[in-house]
């Protein structure tokens, strides 16, 4: 069974520039869930979907952000305009059910703005 | 606020025991979870705690007291290969986590 994939696995973009995230979860893991880590500090949550559907997007930072998951499948998560603050590694993880309290992570994809 | 607290770094060696202690102060609490991490690989997870008491998965145990807000994760007969980052994090009951700052082991021969 394949593991949570993500790509690229690093993305090196100028202040100003988009970038796009892309997330693919094990196959028939409804809840997705992205998250980040700033160099230096702590793994934080930017949101969770549940199916296609985002049931928490509290840790979204702006509107910058935008997060989407097409027929509750792949996500993407697109970054426009990025700014220097954003660079850190961005997670994406998947579990069956929140009740089994196990996700699984993606490598990650290292970003990079300069 | 909402924290997690534990030690940035702990060494020892081969075939020692190291415990990683986690208090926390956060709402939702549902569960304790713990992972690892080795450089530039993806956060594996290790185990969870949903009620008081120890759990224990192989070489590693990890512990809750609710009432205290704490809980550690024991590693036993250390290895080179647990050299690693681990981090705890607290549970909601949607399943997000949300994570302490990690704690460096580093296994010396």
């Known amino acids: 069974e394949a593991g949570v994939t993500q790509f690229p696995s690093h993305s090196v973009i100028e202040k100003g520039q988009t970038v796009t995230l892309r997330c693919d979860p094990i196959s028939g893991h409804d809840n997705l869930y992205w998250y980040r880590r700033v160099m230096g500090k702590e793994i934080k949550f930017l949101l969770h979907?549940?199916?296609?559907?985002?049931?928490?997007e509290s840790g979204m930072p702006n509107n910058r952000f935008l997060a989407e998951r097409t027929g509750g499948t792949y996500s993407t998560l697109k970054v426009q305009p990025a700014e220097l603050e954003d660079s850190g590694v961005y997670f994406c993880?998947?579990?069956?059910?929140?009740?089994?309290?196990?996700?699984?992570f993606g490598a990650g994809t290292r970003l990079s703005v300069l | 606020g909402q924290s997690l607290e534990q030690p940035s770094e702990v060494t020892a060696v081969e075939g020692a025991i190291v415990q990683i202690n986690c208090t926390y102060q956060?709402?939702?609490?549902?569960?304790l979870s713990w992972y690892q991490q080795h450089d530039g690989g993806a956060p594996t997870f290790l185990s969870y705690n949903g009620l008081d008491g120890l759990e224990e998965t192989g070489r590693f145990s990890s512990f809750l007291s609710r009432s205290d807000s704490y809980g550690y994760l024991l590693l036993q007969e250390l290895q080179m290969k647990d050299s690693a980052s681990y981090f705890c994090?607290?549970?909601?009951?949607?399943?997000?986590?949300?994570f302490g700052a990690g704690t460096q082991v580093v296994v010396t021969p």
């Open positions: 979907f549940v199916k296609e559907s985002k049931q928490d």
């Open positions: 993880a998947s579990s069956q059910d929140t009740r089994k309290n196990i996700q699984y």
């Open positions: 994090a607290v549970i909601d009951s949607w399943g997000k986590l949300q």
């Open positions: 956060t709402s939702g609490f549902y569960g």
